[in-house]
């Protein structure tokens, strides 16, 4: 019973010193959150950011718009499934010098229209997320996170 009680306790102090762990719950409920202001115009948080990425250029690669998000391309694409679906972006095949195919994705005029109005959702969250902390949580919170991730990506590759 004793060497039980041990391991449940290792385990226990494994789950709530996880980083992977403690980061996607954070994910998981801010993500939540998100969803919940965009939802009245059809968004998630997700769809929401390959749009605004979208708006800063005219096209963008899959593969680009996948390591500017730091997402999978079979996450991409499912999440820009529903957004060229309804008109909001488009994709097009073409092909290089190389005769190697790339999808380019661009966002349409009605993509830009309802960013526009889910900014206003958007912009809720956000302003209720930055009321929970201090500047100074703000700040050192957007330098740890990123700190992370230049860190981890190296090790990545």
Partial sequence: MQDKAKDQQYYKDLNDSCFALMLKKSDRYVSAFFNDHLKNYGLRITQFSVLIHLATSDTVSLNGLSRRLSMERSTITRGLHALVRDGYATITLEVDKGDRRKKSVAITTEGLKLINKAVR??????????????????????????????KLIVHRG
């Fill in 121 to 150: 959702g958007w912009e809720e969250a956000q302003d209720i997320v930055k009321q929970s902390l201090t500047e100074k949580e703000i700040k050192e919170l957007r330098e740890y996170l990123s700190n992370l991730y230049d």
